[in-house]
């Protein structure tokens, strides 16, 4: 069963997380948002306090599904931002919100918006060599602003992630290619990417022009939400 809470009034909003990290990572977005916004935060298979699920995306996002109130924006972040692209194949949605995210993260023959595949296999064999030193010294790469840092080290610390589920994760990452699926969406869709970012490089902001996708570029690495100027 997968851990998931609602807070807030107004319109339904629901983020999920990115890879090795928890819905916690969204603290501080919760409480600048729940105002405005009904929000469910979905702690990913595996990650946080949800139970590991068996499969691969399409598991995941059918169990992620079951958690989802009616109709909601669904924002994803990273590995989230690849559920989200999933999910809005099947159920309707207000608006889809791709933060720090890409159809397809790996590079190849007919792809040159992504990273290499060799370079992100060894990326992430040294985050997970030590994972909770690892994903710090990686926070620390995106922020600088001492209470954010302070709350991601705390969902770290507490709230590891399963072995199973991060190799899982890898997988999607490494293998999923959605790119006709976002492009035969028929519901709004809005990017934020950071120009700082190494792993969904700045240059894809070319082809979601191409798709005619809104997409905005902050001063900022691979966690835009953390940016000063972020807004959804």
Excluded at 20 to 40: H, M, P
Excluded at 63 to 87: F, V
């Amino acid at each position: 069963m997968l851990y998931s809470r609602t807070i807030g009034v107004g319109d339904n909003l629901v983020l999920l997380h990115g890879w090795a990290l928890s819905g916690d990572c969204f603290k501080n977005l919760v409480r600048q948002y729940k105002t405005r916004y009904r929000i469910t935060i979905i702690d990913l298979p595996g990650h946080g306090r949800s139970d590991v699920v068996a499969g691969g995306i399409d598991e995941w996002c059918a169990e992620i599904i079951q958690q989802l109130p009616k109709k909601p924006t669904l924002l994803g972040w990273s590995l989230g931002g690849l559920l989200a692209i999933n999910i809005a194949q099947q159920i309707k949605l207000s608006k889809l919100i791709l933060l720090a995210a890409t159809p397809k993260f790996v590079n190849n023959s007919n792809w040159n918006y992504g990273v290499d595949a060799m370079n992100f296999q060894m990326f992430s064999n040294v985050l997970e060599s030590n994972l909770s030193q690892g994903l710090k010294r990686f926070i620390n790469l995106q922020t600088s602003h001492k209470e954010q840092i302070k709350s991601l080290y705390q969902a770290i610390d507490e709230l590891p992630a399963n072995p199973q589920a991060l190799n899982q994760g890898l997988d999607i990452l490494l293998n999923s290619d959605l790119r006709q699926q976002l492009k035969q969406l028929n519901v709004p869709v809005h990017v934020i990417l950071g120009n700082l970012d190494l792993l969904v490089p700045v240059s894809i902001v070319e082809w979601y022009m191409a798709q005619n996708i809104p997409t905005t570029v902050l001063d900022t690495g691979h966690l835009p939400f953390l940016h000063k100027n972020f807004s959804i």
